[in-house]
């Protein structure tokens, strides 16, 4: 599905100075020449019934009867304007011009939107300079032409400070002499699925980039691409896993277009299911993009309530799996006009979308938004040209490490029509520097992969930077982490205790990719696992406040598993005397103990015990292992 627009149409404006100049004729013409006058007349039956072809033909019969015709001259230019042809629509309203220069006061509006789609922008300028120093110009097109202003203003500085950009077409892998556009692609960059349009039929496509090239591209398998229904403006989620996407006209749906999302089960991909209300209402929703913590929907609606004709939105998945009402970005993403193509990196702080609302090159532009502090999206900047030209400029998204930009044109020399390409990405356009963690859930006993629900939490503000669900086949997840935090990593599955991790990557560099093995043990009398997000204050048993994510696993998995009693034991390294080791860890273990008997007030599935400096699990002669021996252990004792 191309991108869906609505653009500004002055077609109605247009008419409305047939139907004047109509009205005029009967009093005045700009020419004597009865047979002039005679075809000029001709053309209103032809406009009429919106027969363009027809109207320039008499049109041009009456300027061969008289060259200075200045009235034959603006028809034309208007209705060239109206069927596109701007080559023609310019040179007729030029002609109108030369030969009376006040004659239509809004051809020099037309001119100047001409010239800026044609990327002309000095000419542009001089032409809407032209039209707003008129007391009495036309009003309806006064704030078009201010923006138009703002974008010549911007063009010509733009042109004289150009960002690097080298587009490379992804070759016959990819590309075809069908249409390519819409690519969508995993945090690692491996995977990309798109849309191909050939014999006006879409479908998705998917190639995996192996050995620095991608693989032939091929249909996607699953339940996705039908025969019947109109399926694209596709997304993929960071990890690979979810597929969101946009299916219009389908049998009980809200509106013209919704959004679904599909699972991948093992290979396979499961057949769409709509979001539903709140998101789908009987508007236009479509460019779903779902944000690294799994919980974050960004889409653009045309749905009442926004700043512009199309706005982008987000939702928030709640806790009872149900989409909260979305909430409007805010004018410094969206205008009065429209706002598309929704593309929020992993880093979950960098935003990339397209507008034509902003000041730009003319038409739709990419721009670039980042949180700050507050979480707030800062004001949209144009990421520049020749990234953006004066044709429209859709779809970037961006490789996880942030160095190659992808993105359909049909501005550069391909197989033919959109193909697509790639980028390198300049500096300052970049987000910001990620650690990824490739992870692997198994059965530790059976070493079968499994799928379970994968959530991974910054220690300091709580806030859950990634949720998923493993691969059922491969047992794979894949999060991107931003760099500078503490992470925990809770892997929870029915009928299994949860893993318990950490992950730091305050010192990482954004090249890193680490593995993490996930093993989970069935419930059992006897089984037990470190909570290694359990931290207390140096020799000390005064709990951390990072310590809250894990004591709200346990409380979760213990309310989940009510027939499950369990011990939660202390321990420490060698450093200081056994004795007080013993009731440094016996005190700590209670801490923890007591905090699980407020939240669940059964004293029968809890019990608590300190071992001290003894059963250490690693050596005591490093400070990692040190670190490794002071723990907190969950340990299952009885089963109801």
Known sequence: MKLETHKLKLYLAVFLCFAQMIVNAQVKYSTQSKQAI????ESDTYLNSKNYNGAIEVLNKAIAADKSFIDAYQRLGDIYRVIKNYEKARENYLQVITLFPDFAKQDYYFLGEIEVKKGNYSYAKKYLEKFMMYADKPQQFIPQAKKYQADCKFAIEALKHPVPFTPKNLGGAINTNADEYLPSLTA?????????KANNNED???STFINDQWTSAVKLSGNINTPYLNE????????GQYLLLTICNAPGSYGRCDLYYSRLEGTEWAAPVNI?????????ESQPCLAPDGRTLYFASDRKGGLGKID??????????TWSEPENLGPNI??????????????NETLYFSSNGWPGMGNSDIYISRKDENGAWTLAENVGYPINTNMDDFCLVVTGNGNKGYFSTNNTAGKAGHDLYSFDIPQKLKPKALTFIKGFVFDEKTKEKLDAVVEVQNLKTSKTVYRSVSNSESGQFYASLPQGNQYAVNVSREGYLFYSGYFSTVDADNTNVVCLKAPLKEIAVGEKIVLKNIFFETNS????????????KVVAFMKSNAQVAIEISGYTDNVGDDQSNLLLSENRAKVVYGYLLRSIPNPKRFTYKGFGENQPIDSNETPQGKANNRRTELKITSIQ
């Open 334 to 347: 969206n205008t009065t006009e429209d706002e598309q193509s929704p593309f929020i990196h992993p880093d």
């Open 312 to 321: 982008i939105w987000k939702s928030y998945l709640q806790d009872n799996g």
């Open 541 to 552: 048993f005064k709990l951390s406040s990072e310590s809250m994510i894990e004591l709200q």
């Open 188 to 196: 690692d960059g491996k995977q990309m699925i798109f849309t191909r």
């Open 38 to 41: 005679k075809f000029y007349e």
């Open 204 to 206: 998705f496509y998917t």
């Open 232 to 239: 694209g403006a596709q997304s993929l989620s960071s990890d």
């Open 276 to 284: 539903g209300a709140p998101v789908n209402t009987g508007a236009w």
